[in-house]
Nanobody, 121 residues
Framework: QVQLVQSGGGLVQAGGSLSLSCAAS????????MGWFRQAPGKEREFVAAISWSGGRIYYADSVKGRFTISRDNAKTTVYLQMNSLKPEDTAVYYCAAGSVGVVATGYRYWGQGTQVTVSS
């Protein structure tokens, strides 16, 4: 089992920045790829970013490329999502997940509790 506890998020104006953290406990964190997904009201959960266990492979959705940065610290068993130049369409509940690296939610076995990110125009 892996437990994921998220922090960060909140309300920011368009063009601003927010950061999310996801702290893992339980099974060896470094065994897992980590991903961030988001779900806006009335929409399906969508892929945001993913990072392999070593950090050597990183993937981003086209909608966030160049604005968001995913990183991980295996010593601290934490994965981060730095979000810059935020847009109102980034408003969603953000989830971190642990599993196999990829862009599909079904590839991730463990999920955080979700945290709200709201970007005002």
């Amino acid at each position: 089992q892996v437990q994921l506890v998220q922090s960060g998020g909140g309300l920011v104006q368009a063009g601003g920045s927010l950061s999310l953290s996801c702290a893992a406990s339980g099974r060896t964190f470094s065994n897992y790829a980590m991903g961030w997904f988001r779900q806006a009201p009335g929409k399906e959960r969508e892929f945001v970013a993913a990072i392999s266990w070593s950090g050597g492979r990183i993937y981003y959705a086209d909608s966030v490329k160049g604005r968001f940065t995913i990183s991980r610290d295996n010593a601290k068993t934490t994965v981060y999502l730095q979000m810059n130049s935020l847009k109102p369409e980034d408003t969603a509940v953000y989830y971190c997940a642990a599993g196999s690296v990829g862009v599909v939610a079904t590839g991730y076995r463990y999920w955080g509790q979700g945290t709200q990110v709201t970007v005002s125009s």
